[in-house]
């Protein structure tokens, strides 16, 4: 069964840094995997989604994510934060077996200082 | 366009009573699917319904969970006799047939069962 971890359950960065959230996964075969943003008050949003291809995913909003097999990571990047960008981020991880379910880690919830 | 919406947005019950929350997604989106979250975590897939079947229910946690799709479109998620654990946020997403395509989230019923 797949599953997913997210290390860091709170991060704090102050807008213009660079922001870094991690995300690992398992699964026995090659995975689908999804980054979404949850905002107060507001629906899960995806932000990038990697099926197969280009490791180097570009996603809205000016994240990417890089898929890692041999660490079996895909972790969201920015390179400068907004204050914006304050909100829950969930991995979350897919198979081609079966339904189109998706399995979700427990979120990583992103404070920016001003 | 409308995105999915879910109705009520709160719903508060008594331990064992029976509640109904609607789910009316995206037109045109034949996929649709329920998930819960918990304080704290992230979503955690209930039911998956591909028209007005459903193509998985294996995350029912059990038989006091039912959901039904009867015309492809809206749909109910149905839980009888309520327990204090069955509070939670309850999500719907809707997507177009197909691998992976894009699952848009509503904005959740909050469920408190007191």
């Known amino acids: 069964a797949q599953s997913v971890t997210q290390p860091d359950i709170h991060i704090t960065v102050s807008e213009g840094a660079s922001l870094e959230l991690r995300c690992n996964y398992s699964?026995?075969?090659?995975?689908?995997l999804f980054w979404y943003v949850q905002s107060p008050g507001q629906g899960l949003q995806l932000l990038l989604k990697?099926?197969?291809?280009?490791?180097l995913v570009q996603g809205i909003k000016g994240f990417e994510a890089e898929f890692k097999r041999s660490q079996s990571s895909f972790n969201l990047r920015k390179p400068s934060v907004h204050w914006s960008d304050a909100a829950e981020y969930f991995c979350?991880?897919?198979?081609?077996?079966?339904?189109?379910?998706?399995?979700f880690g427990q979120g990583t919830r992103l404070t920016i200082n001003p | 366009g409308a995105g999915v919406s879910q109705t009520p947005s709160n719903k508060v019950t008594e331990k064992g009573k029976y509640v109904e929350l609607r789910c009316d997604p995206i037109?045109?989106?034949?996929?649709l699917y329920w998930y819960r979250q918990s304080l704290g975590q992230g979503p955690e897939f209930l039911i998956y319904?591909?028209?007005?079947?459903?193509?998985?229910d294996s995350g029912l946690p059990n038989d006091r969970f039912f959901a039904v799709r009867p015309e492809g479109s809206v749909s109910t998620l149905k839980i009888q006799r309520t327990e204090r654990g069955d509070s939670a946020v309850y999500l719907c997403?809707?997507?177009?047939?197909?691998?992976?395509?894009?699952?848009?989230f509503g904005p959740g019923t909050r469920l408190t069962v007191l």
């Open positions: 699964y026995g075969a090659t995975p689908y």
């Open positions: 990697y099926f197969s291809g280009d490791t």
């Open positions: 319904f591909q028209g007005t079947g459903a193509a998985d």
């Open positions: 979350a991880v897919g198979s081609i077996q079966g339904a189109q379910k998706l399995v």
């Open positions: 037109s045109g989106h034949t996929a």
């Open positions: 997403a809707s997507s177009r047939q197909g691998v992976y395509n894009e699952q848009f």
